[in-house]
């Protein structure tokens, strides 16, 4: 199973460092999550960002490989759809995955996409209007430099 997480360059570094990231959020409107939300399969990751700006960080983009499943917990989200098919405001239901905290040892980062910071590109916060301009990078393998050169 494979988890996407948009997040904070500082957050990637204290996972990447072997700290255990903690949720401290439970919500009682609108969602049912609580802790660490993930994105799972069933959504686009990148395309995402369409309903998640102005909620998450869009320093980066991380793949996760699922490596220990026995605390995640689905869950939903609602968000605003930014594809309305009226003038109205509508809303969509999106399938979430959540987890207490998470760690190297639940969680295997695989791959972490970034903006592309050009300037013709990248135009305020809706850099995914002009097409697809994020790009994965594999993580290198046990690379202690890998964190520090972001």
């Not at 799972?40 to 395309?47: F, H, K, L």
């Not at 980066?60 to 309305?84: H, K, M, Q, S």
């Not at 109205?88 to 979430?96: G, H, P, S």
């Amino acid at each position: 199973m494979k988890l996407y997480r948009y997040m904070s360059v500082r957050e990637f570094d204290k996972y990447y460092r072997g700290d255990t990231i903690v949720g401290k959020r439970s919500y009682n409107a609108r969602t049912n999550s609580e802790g660490v939300c993930f994105l799972g399969e069933n959504v686009n990751a990148m395309e995402a960002y369409k309903f998640l700006n102005g909620i998450v960080t869009e320093q980066i983009l991380v793949e996760f490989e699922v490596l220990d499943d026995t605390l995640i917990t689905e869950a939903w989200g609602v968000y605003a759809n930014p594809y309305p098919t009226t003038w109205l405001n509508e809303i969509m239901t999106v399938k979430e995955m959540n987890m207490p905290f998470y760690n190297k040892a639940l969680l295997k980062a695989k791959r972490i996409a970034f903006a592309k910071r050009e300037e013709e590109a990248y135009i305020g916060h809706d850099f995914y209007e002009k097409g697809n301009l994020m790009h994965w990078v594999d993580i290198p393998k046990d690379s202690v430099w890998f964190s520090v050169a972001l």
